[in-house]
């Protein structure tokens, strides 16, 4: 296994970044996760897009297109396979122990694992803990990611793949990993990105290919949805069969299994929409 690691392919096992990255030490960084189809990525320049948003965010260089481009083209024909993970972080660099940034300029890597497909439904939890719609960090895809970890942690004892949000008014938001869509009187909802929600690329290209609307929900809309749906760069869009204790039988549903196949078509059809 190879990846790419600010400039080149190097083995996995000598492969080396500082212990003082402040990726490690203070979670400065970004990352995007890019589905990779027989050794091609899908969706990579609104990937590449979302990535420099949230290096202006975080206050990050922003990212060398081309390098990218090169690095994830490298990895990929280095490690054939025929689903893969491909993903990009970004980091501050080498800094001090302290929250200020130092002067080495960013490290970049390029990893790619092997997946398998989703099945076509999940079992869902809600959780106690709030995302803050208002915070520094509300919609930058950034490696801070310990909240999602203690929470897809409590899903995972629960029997379910993923754990759901709402934010700090009680609104619907958005998974550890995913955006979440209900079908309401055969019409699809998804919360809008004041919501505190990823401005997820998968979730996007349902927007547009299914019509379904960005809505205002009470998190309280999973206890009555007719059908709930996940989107992510690795599930596409996948039925829910189970929110906390309530059983959604016959997942995925007429609207759900509609736009799975939809989404599959058209992301079939063209590989960087």
């Given at each position: 296994?190879?990846?790419?690691?600010?400039?080149?392919?190097?083995?996995?096992?000598?492969?080396?970044?500082?212990?003082?990255?402040?990726?490690?030490?203070?979670?400065?960084?970004?990352?995007?996760?890019?589905?990779?189809?027989?050794?091609?990525?899908?969706?990579?320049?609104?990937?590449?897009?979302?990535?420099?948003?949230?290096?202006?965010?975080?206050?990050?260089?922003?990212?060398?297109?081309?390098?990218?481009?090169?690095?994830?083209?490298?990895?990929?024909?280095?490690?054939?396979?025929?689903?893969?993970?491909?993903?990009?972080?970004?980091?501050?660099?080498?800094?001090?122990?302290?929250?200020?940034?130092?002067?080495?300029?960013?490290?970049?890597?390029?990893?790619?694992?092997?997946?398998?497909?989703?099945?076509?439904?999940?079992?869902?939890?809600?959780?106690?803990?709030?995302?803050?719609?208002?915070?520094?960090?509300?919609?930058?895809?950034?490696?801070?990611?310990?909240?999602?970890?203690?929470?897809?942690?409590?899903?995972?004892?629960?029997?379910?793949?993923?754990?759901?949000?709402?934010?700090?008014?009680?609104?619907?938001?958005?998974?550890?990993?995913?955006?979440?869509?209900?079908?309401?009187?055969?019409?699809?909802?998804?919360?809008?990105?004041?919501?505190?929600?990823?401005?997820?690329?998968?979730?996007?290209?349902?927007?547009?290919?299914?019509?379904?609307?960005e809505t205002d929900l009470p998190l309280d809309v999973l206890e009555r949805a007719d059908e709930v749906f996940l989107t992510s760069?690795?599930?596409?869009?996948?039925?829910?069969?189970?929110?906390?204790?309530?059983?959604?039988?016959?997942?995925?549903?007429?609207?759900?299994?509609?736009?799975?196949?939809?989404?599959?078509?058209?992301?079939?059809?063209?590989?960087?929409?």
């Open positions: 296994m190879k990846i790419w690691l600010d400039g080149g392919l190097q083995d996995i096992e000598s492969a080396r970044v500082s212990v003082f990255d402040h990726g490690l030490t203070v979670g400065d960084g970004i990352f995007e996760t890019v589905k990779a189809v027989d050794g091609r990525p899908f969706a990579l320049t609104r990937h590449l897009d979302r990535l420099t948003r949230s290096a202006r965010g975080l206050g990050l260089p922003d990212p060398d297109h081309d390098e990218v481009r090169r690095a994830c083209a490298a990895v990929l024909e280095a490690n054939p396979m025929p689903l893969g993970r491909l993903r990009i972080t970004c980091t501050g660099g080498h800094g001090p122990l302290g929250s200020d940034r130092g002067e080495h300029g960013p490290t970049l890597v390029v990893a790619l694992g092997e997946t398998t497909r989703r099945a076509d439904s999940t079992a869902v939890i809600t959780v106690p803990w709030t995302r803050n719609e208002r915070g520094a960090l509300t919609g930058l895809k950034t490696t801070s990611y310990a909240e999602n970890v203690v929470a897809l942690a409590r899903a995972r004892e629960q029997g379910a793949s993923e754990a759901l949000f709402g934010n700090t008014v009680g609104r619907l938001c958005e998974g550890t990993g995913s955006n979440v869509f209900v079908v309401l009187d055969g019409e699809i909802h998804t919360p809008p990105l004041a919501s505190g929600c990823l401005a997820g690329i998968t979730r996007a290209l349902a927007i547009e290919w299914t019509g379904a609307r760069t690795l599930r596409d869009v996948q039925a829910v069969h189970r929110v906390d204790d309530r059983e959604l039988p016959g997942a995925p549903g007429p609207v759900t299994a509609k736009a799975m196949r939809i989404f599959e078509e058209r992301s079939g059809d063209d590989l960087d929409p």
